[in-house]
């Protein structure tokens, strides 16, 4: 159980262009998605946390209007860069959790799933 | 904020050898500990994982420990095979459920 698929697993594009990414939990509904990045040789680098139904809360240094994250349901949350890059080129990840706890945030005792990421090219 | 420090970044092990590779972490409210195998082109892996209120846990050849009191936790291979062979990164959660990773591990099992 705890699957998580991503799709597509590798996209190139031309600079200015989008490109959307699809997380899917696919045997267990996810309250909440995160968006990481990893460059090469690098360490997973937080983007963005998503809850189903609100808005996603980004991290210091991440663009909203350039990352956009919809999580729409709770099988399904989508990345979007927006006019991207060669310097948006990288590997993203997402991961899966659920469960709130009472006082509406994450419980921090809750396993992330983590998808087989995207490896996105921008020429 | 949380800061997990991870060591050392590459390990080079004999088939057959131990593994073992520490972390630290700075926020006491951290209470839940994982431990993930990346192969090369692929997503993360859950290996094995520590919740604070437990000082080690054992899955076959992997084990981790957990010493809240100097904020460590480290992961143990034994009997290493070439199929251990990847990036290893340990993570710890901070208040808001949030996983903050350490910079990784090579670990290069030579037959």
């Known amino acids: 159980g705890a699957v998580v698929s991503q799709h597509p697993s590798w996209v190139i594009c031309k600079s200015g262009t989008s490109v959307k990414i699809e997380c899917r939990s696919l045997d267990f509904q996810a309250t909440t998605m995160f968006w990481y990045r990893q460059f090469p040789k690098q360490s997973l680098m937080l983007m963005a946390t998503s809850n189903e139904g609100s808005k996603a809360t980004y991290e210091q240094g991440v663009e909203k209007d350039k990352f956009l994250i919809n999580h729409a349901s709770l099988t399904l949350s989508t990345l979007t860069v927006t006019s991207a890059h060669p310097e948006d080129s990288s590997f993203y990840i997402c991961?899966?959790?659920?469960?709130?706890?009472?006082?509406?945030?994450?419980?921090?005792?809750?396993?992330?799933?983590f998808g087989p990421g995207t490896r996105l090219t921008v020429l | 904020g949380e800061n997990v420090e991870q060591h050392p970044s590459t390990l080079s092990v004999q088939e057959g050898d131990s593994a073992v590779i520490k972390c630290t972490y700075s926020d006491s409210a951290s209470n839940y500990f994982p431990w993930y195998k990346q192969e090369l082109g692929k997503g993360p892996q859950l290996i094995i994982d520590?919740?604070?209120?437990?000082g080690e846990k054992k899955d076959q050849r992997i084990a981790v420990t957990l010493n809240k009191t100097a904020k460590h936790f480290s992961l143990h291979i034994t009997e290493t095979q070439p199929e251990d062979s990847a990036v290893y990164f340990c993570a710890a959660t901070d208040s808001w459920g949030k996983l903050q990773f350490g910079a990784g591990t090579q670990v290069v099992v030579t037959p």
């Open positions: 520590i919740r604070s209120n437990v």
């Open positions: 991961s899966a959790s659920w469960d709130r706890g009472e006082d509406g945030h994450l419980s921090s005792y809750n396993e992330q799933f």
